[in-house]
């Protein structure tokens, strides 16, 4: 796995990665790169900000979901993960082809698609 090109620590969660393919564990260290081309004329930067934001937001909501609602709260957060893989089904067409955001974008909506499965599987721990 790459380490961020500033503070040299594994991504995890927040990682990103520029248009160059630079990666960065966080939005905090991509701004404080000063080598770093502007971004912000590339013509999916703006779905990949969307999702890499939808990614985030599902991976640190989802399992408290469902401990506060329990097993029938799996289907609304599924449907919900589904719209936002919906709404980038191009990207899952292209499957990362067209440049490093694009594959990017592809393959922050396969995890996506993981995620549903991890949902789909879970089962409060006996211990809760």
């Given amino acids: 796995m790459n380490r961020c090109k500033v503070c040299r620590k594994k991504p995890k969660l927040e990682r990103r990665v520029n248009c160059e393919g630079i990666v960065f564990c ?3 260290c991509h701004e404080n790169y000063e080598h770093s081309p502007n971004d ?3 013509p999916y930067i703006d779905d990949y900000h969307a ?3 939808e990614y985030i937001e599902w991976m640190r909501s989802y399992e408290a979901d469902l401990y506060k609602y329990g097993p029938s709260k799996k289907e609304d957060l599924v449907e919900g993960i589904e719209s936002v893989i919906e709404e980038f089904a191009d990207y899952i067409r ?4 067209d440049g490093i955001v694009s ?6 909506l396969l995890a996506l698609e993981e995620l549903i499965d991890i949902i789909n599987n879970w089962e409060p721990s006996k211990s809760f």
Avoid: M, P, T
């Avoid at 292209?94 to 082809?97: I, R, V």
């Avoid at 594959?103 to 922050?108: A, D, F, G, H, P």
């Fill in 51 to 53: 999702v890499r934001f």
């Fill in 40 to 42: 912000d004329s590339h």
């Fill in 94 to 97: 292209l499957e990362g082809s």
């Fill in 26 to 28: 966080s939005d905090e």
């Fill in 103 to 108: 594959k990017e974008i592809y393959q922050y």
